[in-house]
């Protein structure tokens, strides 16, 4: 019997949700992809890639038109909280006017937009926050991430905005994320200093990319929370990790944020309320335990 299969362009296909959202798609047999990132070569060799840069609205344009896609996945972004202070052109244009092209494209073809969020729209004064919390980002990236998803408010495209918070997993070419940082930290024997002043429900890479596809599945619009099961602070999870993998915590020092001196603001009493997620996607996260497991198989950490 035959049928019609999806195409799905993933834009920031190079990053570590990229890869995996990548890795999941090519293993099934109704998608057709086509991968894009602002590099011009593709960590999966020989796959359907075509370099493109996101704030270049003619050259982003041009492989979304003819590629023809039903859905367009973005996950690419500028995500550095520090720099986005000072390089704020940059920022604007990739997390803004980035999404700005994709819609304008995505109007024209009746394409679907699936563009990834962040808690940082949030001040922390008030969390775990729900989809209907009234944004008050206190930095400049999260400034750009609800200029993004404004952006598609007013576009006119079919669009789902998924916000999510402190993404942690395995990607194969891509550089350590923080459970690995902190194992390799440790056990190189460094001392790290961690935030405990900082809240959120750390997400499991994995999860992140099953709620997209169910997203994409049942065609799913509007806003969703996607994040894991516990709100804990980042000191929590970082003796979480520290407990799965046997690690000296004597090197592992408790910090207050201030005490960082980042330029950029952070919101400290985070994290996101993924009921409706639950309810309408049917979302279940993995607990923080059975995701440091998985890692562990796949990395042999």
Request: some cysteine; glycine content about 6%; charged content about 30%.
């Amino acid at each position: 019997m035959d049928f019609i299969k999806r195409r799905i362009i993933i834009t920031g296909a190079n990053g570590m949700l990229g890869q995996r959202l990548f890795e999941f798609y090519s293993r099934l047999n109704d998608i057709e992809l086509l991968a894009s990132s602002v590099e011009d070569d593709f960590v999966f060799k020989n796959q359907n890639y075509i370099q493109a840069d996101i704030s270049n609205r003619n050259e982003l344009k041009k492989i979304i038109y003819d590629f023809c896609p039903d859905f367009i996945i973005n996950v690419a972004a500028y995500t550095n909280v520090d720099k986005s202070e000072t390089d704020r052109e940059t920022a604007w244009k990739i997390n803004v006017k980035g999404v700005e092209y994709i819609s304008e494209a995505a109007r024209v073809l009746d394409s679907h937009i699936v563009h990834i969020s962040s808690d940082y729209i949030f001040d922390g004064k008030n969390g775990p926050y729900t989809e209907n919390d009234t944004p008050n980002p206190i930095g400049y990236y999260g400034r750009t991430k609800l200029a993004s998803e404004n952006v598609l408010k007013i576009s006119g495209t079919k669009n789902t905005i998924i916000r999510t918070n402190v993404l942690y997993g395995t990607a194969k070419y891509s550089r350590s994320d923080f459970v690995k940082w902190v194992v390799e930290s440790v056990r190189a024997k460094k001392e790290i200093r961690i935030v405990d002043d900082q809240f959120n429900n750390p997400t499991f890479i994995d999860d992140l990319v099953q709620a997209i596809n169910k997203i994409v599945e049942l065609r799913k619009e509007g806003i969703y929370n996607i994040g894991g099961s516990e709100v804990l602070s980042r000191y929590d999870f970082t003796m979480m990790i520290a407990d799965f993998f046997n690690l000296d915590k004597s090197l592992i020092k408790k910090i207050k944020t201030e005490e960082l001196n980042q330029p950029a603001r952070r919101p400290l009493k985070s994290g996101l309320i993924t009921i409706k997620a639950q309810s309408e996607l049917g979302y279940k996260p993995h607990s923080i335990i059975q995701s440091l497991e998985l890692m562990k198989r796949e990395l042999g950490l």
